[in-house]
T-cell receptor, first 114, second 113 residues
């Protein structure tokens, strides 16, 4: 039973345009959400996070939006650059419940085309 | 420069062999984790540790075992490797109570033939 779902295995976006990666979750106990970026043959690296008390968090070209009622979050990258080509994992945690383990989605492979 | 190291990066081994995947971190983190990932799939937590002599099983059942004798070292052992163990194994650590602070190693790509 997948608690964090990334329904798009891959996404192709032209360089300079906006990339939007989506993530849905089912566990209402999740209160902290993160995005990780992963290049082949490397471990994931932390990108951006958002607490459930917020609906938006921005860091440079990256913005994460959270819609708690829909149990949906999205990562916006604008403008998209070739170095953004990677697999992006959505992750969630029930921090308020005392847990600090992460539950990951299956990832979305973002391809930035020149 | 990585502060968490995994060796080997790649390993091809025959069925029935005993293997140990190494993970070491130089950050003094108490909490360490092992995740398993198959291509195109999510990362699954298989083991974690909150400090020396503390080890727990994660969400995904695994035939592997771990030990935590030193803070910086969290090796994972498979007593008898099988083809079903073929996967990527990722080690992570964090200090304090911050999910933001997860630092992942580069992973070990294990192939059992």
């Amino acid at each position: 039973d997948q608690q964090v779902k990334q329904n798009s295995p891959s996404l192709s976006v032209q360089e300079g345009r906006i990339s939007i990666l989506n993530c849905d979750y089912t566990n209402s106990m999740f209160d902290y959400f993160l995005w990780y970026k992963k290049y082949p043959a490397e471990g994931p690296t932390f990108l951006i996070s958002i607490s459930s008390i917020k609906d938006k968090n921005e860091d440079g070209r990256f913005t994460v939006f959270l819609n708690k009622s829909a149990k949906h979050l999205s990562l916006h990258i604008v403008p998209s650059q070739p170095g953004d080509s990677a697999v992006y994992f959505c992750a969630a945690s029930a921090v308020g419940g005392g847990a600090d383990g992460l539950t990951f989605g299956k990832g979305t492979h973002l391809i930035i085309q020149p | 420069e990585a502060d968490i190291y995994q060796t080997p990066r790649y390993l091809v081994i025959g069925t029935g062999k005993k293997i140990t995947l190494e993970c070491s971190q130089t950050m003094g983190h108490d909490k360490m984790y092992w995740y398993q990932q198959d291509p195109g799939m999510e990362l699954h937590l298989i083991h974690y540790s909150y400090g020396v002599n503390s080890t727990e099983k994660g969400d995904l059942s695994s035939e592997s075992t771990v030990s935590r004798i030193r803070t910086e070292h969290f090796p994972l052992t498979l007593e008898s490797a099988r083809p079903s163990h073929t996967s990527q194994y990722l080690c992570a650590s964090t200090g304090g109570f911050s999910v933001d602070g997860y630092t992942f190693g580069s992973g070990t790509r294990l192939t059992v033939v």
